[in-house]
C-alpha cells in the first residue's frame, strides 16, 4: 500500500473511531439519561446485546454484552457510514446533503437494530412492537447517525 494511501486509511480509521465515540456517548445520553428524564422510554442496549448473545451462544455474558454494545457503537456503525454510506452518497448521489443521508443512515440502522437484531436474531416482536421504546430507538440511531456524520464532517472525511 503506498504510502499516502497508508496514511489516508489511518486517517479515516482515527475518524471512524472518533465519530463512534462521540456517537455512542450521545446516543447512550439521550437513551439512558433525556429521554426518560423527559417522561419517555429509556434505552437498554446492553440487555438486548446480551439477549443477542444469549440466543447466539446458550449462555448470558453482562461483560460481552457491554462489549458488543461498545463494538457496534466504535466500530461497526461508525464503520458502516465512514467506509461504506458516505463513500456511496459522494459517488452515487452527490447532490443529496450529508445530513439527510445521515438521517437516512440512521433509519437503517434502527432497522438492523430492532427488526435484525432484536427481533430476527434474539426473538422479540419486530420494531419492539412499536412500542414507545421503538420511537425512541429511532430518535436515538439518527442522532447517532447525525453526530457520527458530523465528526466525520469536521475531520475531513
Known amino acids: 500500500m503506498p504510502a499516502a494511501r497508508s496514511r489516508r486509511f489511518a486517517h479515516r480509521v482515527v475518524t471512524m473511531l472518533t465519530a463512534g465515540a ?6 447512550d445520553f439521550f437513551g439512558q439519561s433525556l429521554s426518560p428524564g423527559l417522561g419517555f422510554s429509556g434505552l437498554a442496549p446492553v440487555p438486548l446485546a446480551n439477549q443477542v448473545i444469549r440466543t447466539v451462544t446458550g449462555a448470558e ?3 460481552g454484552a457491554h462489549a458488543l454494545h461498545y463494538l457496534a457503537g466504535m466500530i461497526g456503525y461508525p464503520g458502516g457510514w465512514v467506509f461504506v454510506a458516505e ?4 459517488r452515487l448521489v452527490p447532490g443529496l446533503a450529508w445530513p439527510v443521508a445521515a438521517l437516512l443512515y440512521g433509519v437503517a440502522l434502527w432497522v438492523f437494530a430492532l427488526w435484525v437484531m432484536a427481533s430476527l436474531v434474539a426473538g422479540n416482536p419486530p420494531f419492539l412492537g412499536f412500542a414507545q421504546i421503538a420511537w ?8 447517532f447517525a447525525l453526530v457520527a456524520a458530523l465528526v466525520t464532517r469536521i475531520r475531513g472525511d
Open 22 to 27: 462521540f456517537a455512542t456517548v450521545a446516543f
Open 61 to 63: 455474558s453482562l461483560p
Open 87 to 90: 463513500p456511496l452518497r459522494r
Open 136 to 143: 425512541v430507538a429511532l430518535a436515538g440511531h439518527v442522532l
